[in-house]
Protein backbone atom coordinates (compact mmCIF):
# COMPACT_ATOMS: atom_id res chain seq x y z
CA UNK A 1 0.00 0.00 0.00
CA UNK A 2 2.92 2.16 0.68
CA UNK A 3 4.79 1.75 -2.24
CA UNK A 4 1.71 2.45 -4.12
CA UNK A 5 0.79 5.49 -2.77
CA UNK A 6 4.68 6.71 -3.04
CA UNK A 7 4.22 5.55 -6.71
CA UNK A 8 1.18 7.55 -7.27
CA UNK A 9 2.77 10.36 -5.68
CA UNK A 10 5.77 10.04 -7.83
CA UNK A 11 3.28 10.22 -10.91
CA UNK A 12 1.46 13.55 -10.23
CA UNK A 13 4.67 14.85 -9.26
CA UNK A 14 5.43 14.10 -13.24
CA UNK A 15 2.41 14.88 -14.21
CA UNK A 16 2.31 18.34 -12.36
CA UNK A 17 6.25 19.34 -13.80
CA UNK A 18 4.88 18.30 -17.40
CA UNK A 19 2.40 20.20 -17.20
CA UNK A 20 4.56 23.52 -15.95
CA UNK A 21 6.89 22.95 -19.03
CA UNK A 22 3.40 22.47 -21.21
CA UNK A 23 2.73 26.41 -19.86
CA UNK A 24 6.65 27.63 -20.60
CA UNK A 25 6.36 30.03 -23.46
CA UNK A 26 8.30 28.64 -25.89
CA UNK A 27 11.31 31.29 -27.11
CA UNK A 28 9.27 32.63 -30.45
CA UNK A 29 6.63 33.29 -28.39
CA UNK A 30 9.03 34.80 -25.22
CA UNK A 31 11.17 36.95 -27.45
CA UNK A 32 10.30 37.05 -31.76
CA UNK A 33 6.27 37.13 -31.51
CA UNK A 34 6.39 39.92 -29.42
CA UNK A 35 8.38 42.28 -31.77
CA UNK A 36 6.96 41.03 -34.57
CA UNK A 37 3.18 42.26 -33.16
CA UNK A 38 5.38 45.77 -31.90
CA UNK A 39 6.52 45.82 -36.04
CA UNK A 40 2.92 44.82 -36.95
CA UNK A 41 1.13 47.30 -34.22
CA UNK A 42 3.16 50.46 -35.28
CA UNK A 43 2.67 50.16 -39.21
CA UNK A 44 -1.06 49.81 -38.72
CA UNK A 45 -1.19 52.78 -36.07
CA UNK A 46 1.20 55.04 -37.86
CA UNK A 47 -0.24 54.25 -41.72
CA UNK A 48 -3.64 55.11 -40.13
CA UNK A 49 -1.96 58.24 -38.23
CA UNK A 50 -0.51 59.60 -41.48
CA UNK A 51 -3.07 58.71 -44.50
CA UNK A 52 -5.66 60.72 -41.87
CA UNK A 53 -3.43 63.61 -41.88
CA UNK A 54 -2.24 63.62 -45.61
CA UNK A 55 -6.37 62.95 -46.29
CA UNK A 56 -7.47 65.59 -43.78
CA UNK A 57 -10.87 66.68 -45.09
CA UNK A 58 -10.56 70.66 -45.15
CA UNK A 59 -12.82 72.52 -42.46
CA UNK A 60 -11.98 69.82 -39.91
CA UNK A 61 -9.56 70.81 -38.21
CA UNK A 62 -7.42 68.50 -36.30
CA UNK A 63 -10.49 66.65 -35.13
CA UNK A 64 -10.28 64.06 -38.22
CA UNK A 65 -6.16 63.20 -36.94
CA UNK A 66 -7.50 63.39 -33.19
CA UNK A 67 -10.30 60.87 -33.88
CA UNK A 68 -7.94 58.65 -36.24
CA UNK A 69 -4.95 58.15 -33.92
CA UNK A 70 -6.38 58.01 -30.83
CA UNK A 71 -9.58 54.33 -32.32
CA UNK A 72 -6.36 53.22 -34.55
CA UNK A 73 -4.20 53.08 -31.55
CA UNK A 74 -7.26 51.81 -28.97
CA UNK A 75 -8.28 49.27 -30.97
CA UNK A 76 -4.54 47.76 -32.05
CA UNK A 77 -3.91 47.64 -28.40
CA UNK A 78 -7.02 46.07 -28.03
CA UNK A 79 -6.26 43.16 -30.24
CA UNK A 80 -2.68 43.24 -30.30
CA UNK A 81 -1.53 43.88 -26.48
CA UNK A 82 -1.58 40.78 -25.04
CA UNK A 83 1.13 39.59 -27.18
CA UNK A 84 3.05 42.20 -26.88
CA UNK A 85 1.12 44.81 -24.19
CA UNK A 86 0.77 46.75 -27.30
CA UNK A 87 3.38 49.48 -26.36
CA UNK A 88 3.89 50.88 -30.42
CA UNK A 89 5.61 54.05 -29.12
CA UNK A 90 9.48 53.88 -28.16
CA UNK A 91 8.59 56.42 -25.03
CA UNK A 92 5.60 53.84 -23.66
CA UNK A 93 8.28 51.37 -23.87
CA UNK A 94 11.28 53.35 -22.01
CA UNK A 95 8.37 54.01 -19.20
CA UNK A 96 7.27 50.70 -18.98
CA UNK A 97 10.35 48.88 -18.77
CA UNK A 98 11.47 51.87 -15.82
CA UNK A 99 8.65 50.95 -13.35
CA UNK A 100 9.40 46.90 -13.93
CA UNK A 101 6.48 45.92 -16.67
CA UNK A 102 9.32 44.88 -19.66
CA UNK A 103 12.32 43.00 -19.44
CA UNK A 104 15.50 45.19 -20.04
CA UNK A 105 16.82 43.35 -22.58
CA UNK A 106 13.58 43.77 -24.61
CA UNK A 107 13.68 47.57 -24.99
CA UNK A 108 16.25 48.13 -27.57
CA UNK A 109 14.34 45.14 -29.73
CA UNK A 110 10.98 47.06 -29.36
CA UNK A 111 12.45 50.12 -30.36
CA UNK A 112 13.63 49.11 -33.11
CA UNK A 113 10.45 46.82 -34.28
CA UNK A 114 8.58 50.07 -33.29
CA UNK A 115 10.69 52.39 -35.75
CA UNK A 116 10.65 49.76 -38.81
CA UNK A 117 7.16 49.91 -38.03
CA UNK A 118 7.03 53.31 -38.36
CA UNK A 119 8.50 53.60 -41.73
CA UNK A 120 6.68 51.03 -43.13
CA UNK A 121 3.27 52.75 -42.53
CA UNK A 122 4.37 55.55 -43.72
CA UNK A 123 5.33 54.61 -46.77
CA UNK A 124 1.84 52.40 -47.10
CA UNK A 125 0.32 56.18 -46.48
CA UNK A 126 2.52 57.29 -49.70
CA UNK A 127 1.48 54.19 -51.46
CA UNK A 128 -2.06 55.08 -51.32
CA UNK A 129 -2.38 58.90 -51.58
CA UNK A 130 -1.98 61.15 -54.17
CA UNK A 131 1.56 62.69 -55.06
CA UNK A 132 -0.35 66.24 -54.64
CA UNK A 133 -1.46 65.80 -50.86
CA UNK A 134 1.21 63.94 -49.72
CA UNK A 135 3.39 66.74 -50.85
CA UNK A 136 1.38 69.31 -49.26
CA UNK A 137 1.41 67.41 -46.00
CA UNK A 138 4.63 66.84 -46.07
CA UNK A 139 3.84 63.31 -45.96
CA UNK A 140 2.51 63.54 -42.34
CA UNK A 141 5.92 64.27 -41.34
CA UNK A 142 5.67 67.18 -38.18
CA UNK A 143 6.05 70.53 -39.68
CA UNK A 144 4.08 72.52 -36.96
CA UNK A 145 7.37 74.54 -35.53
CA UNK A 146 8.73 76.97 -38.02
CA UNK A 147 11.05 78.54 -36.42
CA UNK A 148 13.17 78.60 -32.85
CA UNK A 149 10.73 80.83 -30.75
CA UNK A 150 8.28 77.90 -30.99
CA UNK A 151 11.17 75.46 -30.05
CA UNK A 152 10.66 76.04 -26.07
CA UNK A 153 7.07 75.33 -26.32
CA UNK A 154 7.09 72.55 -28.10
CA UNK A 155 9.23 70.88 -26.30
CA UNK A 156 7.31 71.31 -22.84
CA UNK A 157 4.04 70.59 -24.37
CA UNK A 158 5.33 67.19 -26.16
CA UNK A 159 6.66 66.78 -22.31
CA UNK A 160 3.36 67.33 -20.65
CA UNK A 161 1.54 65.79 -23.53
CA UNK A 162 3.57 62.23 -23.38
CA UNK A 163 3.42 62.56 -19.28
CA UNK A 164 -0.44 62.24 -19.46
CA UNK A 165 -0.41 59.90 -22.24
CA UNK A 166 2.15 57.37 -20.43
CA UNK A 167 0.53 57.95 -17.19
CA UNK A 168 -2.33 56.25 -18.60
CA UNK A 169 -0.65 53.63 -20.18
CA UNK A 170 1.17 52.60 -17.01
CA UNK A 171 -2.09 53.34 -14.46
CA UNK A 172 -4.78 51.64 -16.43
CA UNK A 173 -2.31 48.77 -18.37
CA UNK A 174 0.89 48.09 -15.89
CA UNK A 175 0.45 48.66 -12.53
CA UNK A 176 -2.06 46.10 -10.37
CA UNK A 177 -3.91 48.21 -7.93
CA UNK A 178 -4.85 51.06 -11.06
CA UNK A 179 -5.56 48.20 -13.72
CA UNK A 180 -8.27 48.96 -15.81
CA UNK A 181 -10.32 46.44 -18.47
CA UNK A 182 -10.95 49.74 -20.22
CA UNK A 183 -6.86 50.71 -20.44
CA UNK A 184 -6.80 50.42 -24.61
CA UNK A 185 -9.44 53.33 -25.29
CA UNK A 186 -8.07 55.24 -22.03
CA UNK A 187 -4.93 55.42 -23.99
CA UNK A 188 -6.76 56.06 -27.29
CA UNK A 189 -8.66 58.79 -25.77
CA UNK A 190 -5.72 60.70 -24.13
CA UNK A 191 -4.18 60.42 -27.39
CA UNK A 192 -7.27 62.20 -28.98
CA UNK A 193 -7.39 64.88 -26.15
CA UNK A 194 -3.49 65.43 -26.58
CA UNK A 195 -4.18 66.28 -30.38
CA UNK A 196 -6.75 68.34 -29.86
CA UNK A 197 -4.95 70.52 -26.95
CA UNK A 198 -1.77 70.34 -28.56
CA UNK A 199 -1.52 70.09 -31.64
CA UNK A 200 -1.74 73.56 -32.94
CA UNK A 201 1.63 73.80 -30.63
CA UNK A 202 4.01 71.04 -31.26
CA UNK A 203 1.58 68.14 -33.99
CA UNK A 204 1.19 66.52 -30.58
CA UNK A 205 3.62 63.37 -31.57
CA UNK A 206 3.85 61.85 -28.37
CA UNK A 207 6.35 59.06 -30.33
CA UNK A 208 9.41 59.23 -31.56
CA UNK A 209 8.18 56.29 -34.21
CA UNK A 210 5.58 58.49 -35.41
CA UNK A 211 8.11 61.08 -36.03
CA UNK A 212 10.60 59.20 -37.55
CA UNK A 213 8.59 56.98 -39.69
CA UNK A 214 7.06 59.76 -42.03
CA UNK A 215 10.38 61.65 -41.94
CA UNK A 216 12.56 59.06 -43.70
CA UNK A 217 9.78 58.93 -46.36
CA UNK A 218 9.10 62.26 -47.14
CA UNK A 219 12.76 63.12 -45.85
CA UNK A 220 11.80 66.42 -43.59
CA UNK A 221 13.81 66.56 -40.85
CA UNK A 222 13.75 69.89 -39.37
CA UNK A 223 13.26 70.15 -35.41
CA UNK A 224 12.93 66.24 -35.32
CA UNK A 225 15.16 66.11 -32.27
CA UNK A 226 11.93 67.95 -30.27
CA UNK A 227 10.19 64.68 -31.00
CA UNK A 228 12.64 62.70 -29.27
CA UNK A 229 13.46 64.67 -25.88
CA UNK A 230 10.02 65.92 -25.12
CA UNK A 231 8.91 61.88 -25.15
CA UNK A 232 11.86 60.36 -23.78
CA UNK A 233 11.95 62.86 -20.60
CA UNK A 234 8.50 62.59 -20.44
CA UNK A 235 9.10 58.29 -20.04
CA UNK A 236 11.37 59.23 -17.14
CA UNK A 237 9.80 61.73 -15.28
CA UNK A 238 7.14 58.81 -15.74
CA UNK A 239 9.09 56.12 -14.04
CA UNK A 240 10.31 58.48 -11.25
CA UNK A 241 6.88 59.27 -10.20
CA UNK A 242 5.24 55.70 -10.01
CA UNK A 243 8.25 54.18 -8.42
CA UNK A 244 8.53 56.81 -5.66
CA UNK A 245 5.40 58.27 -5.24
CA UNK A 246 1.82 56.26 -6.71
CA UNK A 247 2.55 53.09 -7.79
CA UNK A 248 1.75 49.78 -5.92
CA UNK A 249 3.56 47.94 -3.03
CA UNK A 250 4.83 45.76 -5.95
CA UNK A 251 6.16 48.61 -8.11
CA UNK A 252 7.26 52.04 -5.11
CA UNK A 253 10.54 51.68 -4.00
CA UNK A 254 9.76 53.74 -1.09
CA UNK A 255 7.49 53.58 2.14
CA UNK A 256 5.89 50.08 1.14
CA UNK A 257 5.77 48.59 4.43
CA UNK A 258 4.12 49.70 7.51
Not at 83 to 111: D, E, K
Amino acid sequence: MCESKSGDMKMKEKDLESGCDLHQLHWYEKYLQPCIVELLGSALFIFIGCLSVIENAEGVGRLQPALAHGLALGITIAFLGKISGGHFNPAVSLAVMLIGGLNYMMLIPYCVSQLCGGIIGAALAKAVSTEERFLNASGAAFTTIRGADQVGGAVVAEVIMTLLLLLTVCMAAVNEKSKSPLAPFCIGFAVTVDILAGGAISGACMNPARAFGPAVVASYWQYQWVYWVGPLAASLITGILIRVLIGDQNIRLFLKHL
